[in-house]
């Protein structure tokens, strides 16, 4: 119901602090007062959101806009390089062979007879 992270039983305490504080006979006027500040807030709100996106249509930056939200329905962002990543351990070994040469295999000592 609510987005902000208030359940049904917060709902509920709020309610009751609300009716015992306030008291019952002036509850729905209160009630109506905050109605009527979250419908001028949300009315600012979405102004604001609409010079905002006017601005940046202006700006250009609308194909930018949309660039970002493509890459949201996405969900990923594909990788530039095909080329799998190199190790550290892996780029260690081709510059100890790149300076050094092969390097040597121990030799396995075996029983003596």
Do not use: N
Not at 9 to 23: D, N, P, Q, R
Not at 36 to 50: C, D, P
Not at 68 to 85: R, W, Y
């Amino acid at each position: 119901m609510f987005d902000f992270g208030i359940g049904y039983t917060e709902l509920f305490v709020i309610g009751v602090v609300a009716i015992i504080v306030i008291g019952p006979k002036d509850l729905p006027r209160v009630l109506r007062a905050v109605g009527q500040t979250v419908a001028k807030m949300r009315g600012m709100a979405r102004e604001f959101q609409g010079h905002l996106d006017s601005a940046m249509k202006d700006a250009g930056l609308d194909d930018v806009k949309k660039e970002i939200q493509g890459l949201k329905d996405i969900g990923t962002i594909q990788p530039v390089s095909k080329k799998p990543p190199v190790t550290d351990t892996k780029k260690a070994e081709e510059d100890f062979a790149k300076f050094f040469g092969e390097p040597e295999k121990p030799a396995v000592s075996g029983p003596s007879a």
